[in-house]
């Protein structure tokens, strides 16, 4: 399979210019800070924009799109946003990944649900920059008043006597204009959008279809060898001896060899965990080879680490003193201790791998005069820096081609398997390709956090929480990565730890929640929608007070509700604050469409829960089964979405789709556990993922909505645990407050 290359500068207008005379914009996107500057470099000249757009005579329109493509759709619906405003023809866009080229392309990274939010207003304002520098370049070559002048679709007309001049056809004139300054341009009104709030089918599907499509496993560059690497199963552990003379033996094993292990950015957490590394003419020799090595490992100080030993550390640490205080509204702790009928509960989330259907992979060519990396990582501009870091090299000599990817969910944020293919590249001398196998994927994650949380709470004579208590123990991420100015300070370590369970929309006028980390050598990091695991503890815990004060649990919520209040984040006070007007709405969308209150067959259960993360407000009901055995079948799952503004309503809902399928293996089967500091799971027989057969109807309502659009590759996820074991509490009245589901619990005599 060939290779898909992003082209450099230079060789984007050599493209153009043998199809004949091309109209190259650069633009000014002000949100990133920069001025406009020169828009040539001299010999030859070149454009030098922030982002580039491309229009030849055959009136093909190029986008390159900064943000990588795991899923998530930015090549569609970024496009989008620049046809709207340019008022060009769907038919003729073109997508292209942007270079790595980080002086000019500011958001060659993906992460928080940020693709959308970061693109909406500077490609808008492109597209705009754009159609008027068309309509200028047809009123001159018309010799009419520009005013007389309107683009469409892929056109430009003058209006009194109904002539028009395709985008192709005014080219030429088109590159002799001077560039027209974005900001003073305004943008179109929601309701003239012709693409935007419109289903559009995704551009990456036909490639994806017929196997054209270049994902990172995919790559092919001349004169390739392939390795693997066999690591210390024990984190933490080191290797002590290795007999590799079978592994030499093998057919096709062109090198065998140590690789050391790497520090994190930082000097301690997120490094890579070295072993012996594997070369070969293919895979499958490399694979070959690393089954033949005889290897002995020393496990490390933390060798005894388990599951077991873990719990019990957090569940000291859920009563311990906390190490940060975040929320101390009121007296909460005094009318616990004073309150007639006080509820109390603990809840329970393990590890969980990223588990990415394509598994970690890059390939590395280390040359006297640079390298170059094709990977598909979740941050181009990281990987250079991290290549940069390690290899001594300035960033002009380090070309990271981004290719498409097979999932991420956090994972491709990290460096170890970029940083391991450089080492293995650099001993080589040649191009090589790293492959990590599924084993390999589930055993040296980094994975979400274990999260104990011990909740109280007070209800009024009214059946009102009058106080609500949160410890929230966890193996903190920011703990692991240890940053040397931040790790004495309890306010980072328990940033992203109590994210989301800071920002409590119901009303409680005594509100405590507090943190104290753990220690664990098991590697984590984030993980899909990071407040996950906050969601299913508060959202589990609302839905018990509410029968605990015999009310319903849509309608609790609701009664719990302010009409139109704003709730500021604690740990992330720069970030949009909570709308209960929004959180409302989206509880009622959902509980009406789902029709809430309806009777069920004997043995199903209908449970509720409601999220905001990245801007997004998001309600799952869930109606489930429980059979005499446990075994829970989650039948269907009824979402109501405000995202703001959805662009591709097709892309909100896949999105929607997507995280619901996806939190479900965490529900139902998914769990990494510790022994002697080593992963037991091996591959999916183990670690099982959800089914097929398993996917539930779902059905996703979008909240009309003109406001800028807001996150939505990650909201999905937090809101789905809670519904589905709430869900499940209503067919059974047994509480799962630990996931995965136990279904022992579950079963009936």
Same mark, same amino acid.
């Given at each position: 399979m060939p290779v898909q290359v992003e082209v450099n500068r230079r060789e984007f207008l050599k493209a153009g210019a043998s199809s004949g005379a091309a109209f190259v914009l650069g633009f000014y996107l002000p949100v990133r800070g920069k001025t406009e500057e020169s828009l040539y470099d001299s010999q030859p000249q070149i454009f030098k924009p922030n982002a580039w757009v491309r229009i030849t005579p055959d009136n093909q329109i190029t986008l390159l799109v900064e943000q990588p493509e795991m899923g998530q759709g930015p090549r569609t619906v970024v496009p989008m946003m620049l046809a709207e405003e340019l008022e060009a023809d769907w038919a003729t866009i073109r997508v292209e990944q942007a270079p790595t080229i980080p002086e000019i392309y500011k958001n060659l990274i993906t992460g928080g649900s940020g693709c959308v939010r970061s693109a909406w207003g500077s490609v808008r304002k492109v597209g705009a920059q754009a159609r008027e520098m068309l309509i200028t370049a047809g009123a001159k070559q018309w010799g009419v008043d520009k005013s007389l002048c309107r683009a469409e679709n892929g056109n430009v007309i003058y209006l009194p006597a109904g002539r028009r001049l395709s985008y192709g056809e005014l080219v030429e004139t088109a590159s002799q204009i001077p560039p027209i300054a974005a900001d003073d341009l305004p943008l179109k009104a929601p309701k003239n959008f012709r693409y935007i709030g419109k289903p559009i089918l995704r551009t990456d599907i036909p490639s994806k279809v017929d196997g054209s499509a270049v994902f990172g496993i995919d790559i092919r560059v001349p004169g390739m060898l392939y390795a693997v690497i066999a690591r210390c199963p024990h984190f933490g552990g080191v290797l002590k001896t290795c007999d590799d003379s079978a592994a030499k033996a093998i057919p096709g094993v062109r090198a065998v060899f140590r690789v050391a292990p790497l520090p994190g950015p930082d000097g301690k957490g997120g490094g890579t965990a070295g072993g012996v590394a594997v070369v070969g003419e293919s895979t499958w020799a490399a694979l070959q080879g690393r089954k033949a090595l005889k290897l002995t490992w020393d496990k490390g100080p933390t060798g005894d680490e388990s599951t077991d030993s873990l719990r019990k550390r957090l569940q000291e640490q859920a009563i311990a003193t906390p190490s940060f205080v975040a929320v101390n509204q009121g007296d909460a702790l005094k009318q616990l201790a004073e309150a007639a009928k006080k509820i109390e509960a603990v809840y329970e989330t393990p590890f969980q791998a990223h588990a990415t259907m394509e598994p970690m992979n890059t390939t590395v060519d280390v040359r006297d005069d640079g390298v170059e990396?094709?990977?598909?990582?979740?941050?181009?501009?990281?990987?250079?820096?991290?290549?940069?870091?390690? =290899?001594?090299? +300035?960033?002009?000599?380090?070309?990271?081609?981004?290719?498409?990817?097979?999932?991420?969910?956090?994972?491709?944020? #990290?460096?170890?398997?970029?940083?391991?293919?450089?080492?293995?590249?650099?001993?080589?001398?040649? +191009?090589?390709?790293?492959?990590?196998?599924?084993?390999?994927?589930?055993?040296?994650?980094?994975?979400?956090?274990?999260?104990?949380?011990?909740?109280s709470a007070a209800l009024d004579e009214n059946g009102?929480?009058?106080?609500? =208590?949160?410890?929230?123990?966890?193996?903190? *991420?920011?703990?692991?990565?240890?940053?040397?100015?931040?790790? !004495?300070?309890?306010?980072?370590?328990?940033?992203?730890?109590?994210?989301?369970?800071? *920002?409590?929309?119901?009303?409680?006028?005594?509100?405590?929640?507090?943190?104290?980390?753990?220690? =664990? +050598?098991? +590697?984590?990091?984030?993980w899909r929608s990071v407040t996950n695991f906050t969601a299913f503890a508060m959202e589990s815990f609302v839905d018990e007070l509410a029968h605990a004060a015999g009310k319903d649990p849509c309608q609790f919520r609701l009664s719990l509700l302010p009409e139109n209040q704003k709730v500021t984040s604690v740990m992330?006070?720069?970030? !949009?604050?909570?709308?209960?007007?929004?959180?409302?709405?989206?509880? #009622?969308?959902?509980?009406? !469409?789902?029709?809430w209150g309806k009777p069920l067959p004997a043995g199903w259960g209908r449970g509720i829960a409601c999220h905001f993360s990245f801007g997004s407000y998001i309600a799952h009901i869930a109606e489930v089964s429980v059979e005499k055995d446990g075994a829970v079948r989650v039948h269907r799952v009824v979402s109501a979405v405000d995202c703001g503004t959805a662009v591709n309503p097709d892309g909100v809902k896949a999105m929607t789709e997507g995280s619901i399928n996806f939190a479900l293996t965490e529900v139902l089967t998914g769990e990494i556990t510790i022994k002697n500091s080593a992963v037991e799971q091996s591959n999916f027989h183990d670690y099982q993922v959800l089914r097929m057969n398993q996917s539930p109807e779902i059905e996703v309502h979008i909240v009309p909505s003109t406001a800028n659009p807001e996150g939505m590759g990650e909201p999905g996820v937090p809101p789905l645990a809670p519904a589905v074991t709430n869900a499940v509490f209503a067919a059974t009245g047994v509480r799962i407050r630990r996931l995965p589901m136990d279904t022992r619990l579950l079963r009936k005599p």
């Amino acid at each position: 399979m060939p290779v898909q290359v992003e082209v450099n500068r230079r060789e984007f207008l050599k493209a153009g210019a043998s199809s004949g005379a091309a109209f190259v914009l650069g633009f000014y996107l002000p949100v990133r800070g920069k001025t406009e500057e020169s828009l040539y470099d001299s010999q030859p000249q070149i454009f030098k924009p922030n982002a580039w757009v491309r229009i030849t005579p055959d009136n093909q329109i190029t986008l390159l799109v900064e943000q990588p493509e795991m899923g998530q759709g930015p090549r569609t619906v970024v496009p989008m946003m620049l046809a709207e405003e340019l008022e060009a023809d769907w038919a003729t866009i073109r997508v292209e990944q942007a270079p790595t080229i980080p002086e000019i392309y500011k958001n060659l990274i993906t992460g928080g649900s940020g693709c959308v939010r970061s693109a909406w207003g500077s490609v808008r304002k492109v597209g705009a920059q754009a159609r008027e520098m068309l309509i200028t370049a047809g009123a001159k070559q018309w010799g009419v008043d520009k005013s007389l002048c309107r683009a469409e679709n892929g056109n430009v007309i003058y209006l009194p006597a109904g002539r028009r001049l395709s985008y192709g056809e005014l080219v030429e004139t088109a590159s002799q204009i001077p560039p027209i300054a974005a900001d003073d341009l305004p943008l179109k009104a929601p309701k003239n959008f012709r693409y935007i709030g419109k289903p559009i089918l995704r551009t990456d599907i036909p490639s994806k279809v017929d196997g054209s499509a270049v994902f990172g496993i995919d790559i092919r560059v001349p004169g390739m060898l392939y390795a693997v690497i066999a690591r210390c199963p024990h984190f933490g552990g080191v290797l002590k001896t290795c007999d590799d003379s079978a592994a030499k033996a093998i057919p096709g094993v062109r090198a065998v060899f140590r690789v050391a292990p790497l520090p994190g950015p930082d000097g301690k957490g997120g490094g890579t965990a070295g072993g012996v590394a594997v070369v070969g003419e293919s895979t499958w020799a490399a694979l070959q080879g690393r089954k033949a090595l005889k290897l002995t490992w020393d496990k490390g100080p933390t060798g005894d680490e388990s599951t077991d030993s873990l719990r019990k550390r957090l569940q000291e640490q859920a009563i311990a003193t906390p190490s940060f205080v975040a929320v101390n509204q009121g007296d909460a702790l005094k009318q616990l201790a004073e309150a007639a009928k006080k509820i109390e509960a603990v809840y329970e989330t393990p590890f969980q791998a990223h588990a990415t259907m394509e598994p970690m992979n890059t390939t590395v060519d280390v040359r006297d005069d640079g390298v170059e990396v094709w990977s598909p990582t979740q941050g181009a501009t990281l990987t250079q820096e991290d290549i940069v870091r390690i =290899s001594g090299l +300035p960033a002009s000599k380090v070309t990271v081609h981004m290719t498409l990817s097979g999932g991420s969910f956090g994972r491709r944020g #990290q460096w170890d398997y970029q940083a391991e293919t450089w080492q293995v590249a650099k001993e080589m001398k040649k +191009p090589v390709q790293l492959l990590w196998t599924r084993d390999d994927d589930l055993q040296h994650d980094f994975y979400r956090q274990y999260a104990y949380q011990r909740l109280s709470a007070a209800l009024d004579e009214n059946g009102g929480i009058l106080a609500w =208590s949160q410890r929230i123990a966890s193996t903190s *991420v920011h703990a692991y990565y240890a940053i040397p100015d931040k790790i !004495k300070d309890p306010r980072y370590i328990a940033a992203l730890e109590l994210g989301g369970a800071d *920002v409590l929309p119901y009303s409680v006028p005594n509100f405590r929640l507090d943190y104290l980390s753990a220690e =664990s +050598p098991v +590697p984590r990091a984030w993980w899909r929608s990071v407040t996950n695991f906050t969601a299913f503890a508060m959202e589990s815990f609302v839905d018990e007070l509410a029968h605990a004060a015999g009310k319903d649990p849509c309608q609790f919520r609701l009664s719990l509700l302010p009409e139109n209040q704003k709730v500021t984040s604690v740990m992330w006070p720069d970030g !949009k604050p909570l709308d209960t007007r929004k959180f409302r709405t989206v509880l #009622q969308l959902a509980a009406d !469409k789902a029709g809430w209150g309806k009777p069920l067959p004997a043995g199903w259960g209908r449970g509720i829960a409601c999220h905001f993360s990245f801007g997004s407000y998001i309600a799952h009901i869930a109606e489930v089964s429980v059979e005499k055995d446990g075994a829970v079948r989650v039948h269907r799952v009824v979402s109501a979405v405000d995202c703001g503004t959805a662009v591709n309503p097709d892309g909100v809902k896949a999105m929607t789709e997507g995280s619901i399928n996806f939190a479900l293996t965490e529900v139902l089967t998914g769990e990494i556990t510790i022994k002697n500091s080593a992963v037991e799971q091996s591959n999916f027989h183990d670690y099982q993922v959800l089914r097929m057969n398993q996917s539930p109807e779902i059905e996703v309502h979008i909240v009309p909505s003109t406001a800028n659009p807001e996150g939505m590759g990650e909201p999905g996820v937090p809101p789905l645990a809670p519904a589905v074991t709430n869900a499940v509490f209503a067919a059974t009245g047994v509480r799962i407050r630990r996931l995965p589901m136990d279904t022992r619990l579950l079963r009936k005599p």
